[in-house]
Nanobody, 119 residues
Framework: VQLQASGGGSVQAGGSLRLSCAAS????????MYWYRQAPGKQRELVAA???????TYADSVKGRFTISRDNAQNTVPLQMNSLKPEDTAVYYC??????????????WGQGTQVTVSS
């Protein structure tokens, strides 16, 4: 499975961005899709995950602000990010796996997409 994240950019605090993850195979065939992020000097962390049965999970820091979904028509996994904060600044990556509970990304990380939020 090849994945490509896109849609990053620079916004002011309080703004919104919509990231997209395009896949080389049908999104509906991928058990779990993850969005991760890595800020400078910090470890990569899970932001959100979505399973084929509709289960989603979010990091506490983004709950109520970010929404992960699956667009089977476009074969993408969007991450809608609202009310952005400077601490959301990071490189965002998408990946895939088999379990939301056991967070084990299976794919390569690729280049990701940069999100920069200014105060």
């Amino acid at each position: 499975v090849q994945l490509q994240a896109s849609g990053g950019g620079s916004v002011q605090a309080g703004g919104s961005l919509r990231l997209s993850c395009a896949a080389s195979v049908r999104i509906s065939s991928i058990n779990v899709m993850y969005w991760y992020r890595q800020a400078p000097g910090k470890q990569r962390e899970l932001v959100a995950a979505s399973s084929t049965i509709g289960t989603t999970t979010y990091a506490d820091s983004v709950k109520g602000r970010f929404t992960i979904s699956r667009d089977n028509a476009q074969n993408t996994v969007p991450l809608q990010m609202n009310s952005l904060k400077p601490e959301d600044t990071a490189v965002y990556y998408c990946n895939h796996g088999n379990s939301i509970r056991i967070r084990r990304p299976l794919g390569s990380w690729g280049q990701g997409t940069q999100v920069t939020v200014s105060s």
